[in-house]
DNA sequence: ACGGGCATGTAAGCGGTTACATGATTCG
DNA sequence: CGAATCATGTAACCGCTTACATGCCCGT
């Protein structure tokens, strides 16, 4: 259910067609909650069906471009105030420490420093963000103000996780 | 196909039946990795036929115990040494945090109150095993150790989810 | 005797991925 | 003119959940 309520909160900012909220879930919304073409499209169908948006217009080369009806926006409200919060942070790269005592030390190690490398990137990637939102290169509306909430996630998670791999490794240097 | 690694992970420490492992994945796998009886019994019987797996006997009330095969630890090796990694850090908590905008401000300071109180149990409870894995409780094992470092990452990651929290609530209160 | 936990499964259906398919438009 | 990108979809398949179904064993 969750597709729906990222697609009805994209929609909630402007209308946009299924290809451009395609782009914004591959871009953005991807890194907590990826969506692939097909399901945005087949979703958007559903939602139609269900009065939760509407065609505004069509465009060049059978451009749809949604809206969100007041049904739609209902419907988002009650999900953000009142829907249970599922709070599982699914994590295939945190499943296999679980299993690091079957790795062979080299291995482990090479590992570790693949992650910390990449955990690195993120987290200077998800900083350069924030900082171009402190200066106000996007605005400074209470959309903005929600965009940089969810990039300082994205900062303060990905810096436990490069502190974590680190200490993983040391850990292991003189507890193995 | 990570559930299939998991398995042959818990497998590869001991013998268990589908019963167990099922067990083993809700009360310790599943935060990363959830995983439903019908699914493990499914993917048991699955790998039993790729040879993965074996059963090792049959006890009471129709229980079968499986073993990891070589195949199986040479699939769960190469996995863990050189599986692609992927990052996705799935979390539909997260993804509501796009949308913060759309809530009006008393809902949204409730519920990034509920979210402190649930990060902060997670961050009780992780420190907890640690703590209880620190003192040897559970042996001093190399998977005693791989349990302490999945259990370590639990810690940061939830002490990073609730510091996030408390500092969102913080920003929209002098920038909103 | 019976209730609860042990133990394994099947079936229907939804969520999600991958591959296939098509065509318009823009840019070099 | 050709390649990349825009733009929308269908179909097959797999992963996963929920509900249903069955029966044994143990403790009270």
């Given at each position: 259910m969750s597709l729906r309520y990222g697609l009805l909160g994209l929609l909630s900012e402007k209308p946009a067609s299924g290809y451009a909220l395609s782009q914004q879930f591959q871009d953005v919304l991807g890194v907590v909650w990826p969506a692939s073409h097909p399901q945005i499209y087949t979703a958007l169908n559903h939602m139609l069906g269900e009065g939760l948006?509407?065609?505004?217009h069509t465009g060049a080369r059978g451009k749809k471009v949604y809206t969100i009806t007041p049904a739609g926006t209902a419907a988002l409200r009650q999900w953000l105030a009142h829907g249970p919060v599922d709070h599982t942070l699914r994590s295939e790269s945190l499943l296999r420490s679980f299993f690091?005592?079957?790795?062979d030390p080299a291995d482990l190690e090479r590992h570790l420093e693949a992650e910390i490398a990449f955990f690195a990137e993120r987290v200077a990637l998800y900083k350069r963000y924030a900082e171009a939102k402190d200066r106000g290169d996007h605005g400074r509306s209470a959309r903005t103000a929600s965009l940089r909430i969810a990039v300082e996630s994205g900062v303060r998670l990905y810096t436990a996780l490069q502190e974590w791999a680190q200490w993983a490794k040391r850990y292991r240097n003189h507890s193995g």
């Open positions: 948006v509407e065609i505004q690091f005592d079957q790795m």
